[in-house]
């Protein structure tokens, strides 16, 4: 499986101001994956993430609030836009495997709180 | 609407016992069904899948049961152990849908020793 790293690890931010979240993979992959997990809840798709074209946003995300960047093969980030409280959760990228195409393997995530 | 529901939302079990959690699906495109296994702190880890043509695949002390006209499946931890104490999540995916992940609501597992 990949080797995935996210920084910061964890941050706590004022409302109004934004946070990129950076994905770092040891390994070219075609997707890339971000999810929130809110407190105490499950996990949400927010986008897809290819290299060369736009994120694709799941319903109820935009690309405004969480605007996406996709640089090269291995890295990629996540920006939450003009944050209030709703937004503290933990933020994840995952990648498919490589081996096994329906496997996805995430990162140790972004616990993300903001005041 | 959540796509997978994932039952009970926590479970205490003793040393030695048996954990099963149950999941089910309504759309019958799924063809992948995996388990993440999460601790505090943590991401989630894949700990086991399953594709809809077998009924069962078994991976050390873990077990995945399909039932497919059931539209149903589950975990079950044999021996469960207290460093098996974390939150579990099944999940679906299908390729038509470039393998995207539904998750369930997961489940809480405590094995006290």
């Known amino acids: 499986s990949a080797v995935i790293s996210q920084k910061p690890s964890r941050d706590i931010c004022q409302r109004g101001t934004s946070l990129t979240i950076q994905c770092q993979v040891d390994?070219?992959?075609?997707?890339m994956f971000w999810y929130r997990q809110q407190p105490g809840q499950s996990l949400t798709l927010i986008a897809t993430?290819?290299?060369?074209?736009?994120?694709?946003?799941e319903s109820g995300f935009v690309i405004d609030k969480f605007p996406i960047s996709r640089p090269n093969l291995t890295f990629s980030t996540l920006t939450v836009s003009n944050m209030s409280p709703e937004d503290s959760s933990i933020y994840l990228c995952s990648v498919p495997g490589l081996a096994v195409y329906n496997e996805q393997f995430f990162g140790p995530g972004t616990r993300l709180t903001v005041l | 609407q959540q796509q997978v529901k994932q039952s009970p939302q926590s479970l205490i079990v003793q040393k030695g016992g048996i954990s099963i959690i149950n999941c089910a699906y309504e759309n019958t495109a799924f063809d992948y069904f995996p388990w993440y296994q999460q601790f505090p702190g943590k991401g989630p880890a894949l700990l086991i899948a399953i594709r809809p043509d077998v009924s069962e695949k078994k991976e050390g002390r873990f077990t995945i049961s399909f039932n497919k006209s059931a539209k149903q499946f589950s975990l079950h931890i044999m021996d469960s152990q207290p460093g098996d104490s974390a939150t579990y999540f099944c999940a679906a995916s299908r390729i038509s849908d470039d393998y995207k992940l539904s998750f369930g609501a997961g489940t809480t597992v405590t094995v006290r020793a």
């Open positions: 390994s070219q992959v075609t997707m």
């Open positions: 993430a290819n290299q060369g074209s736009e994120a694709t946003y």
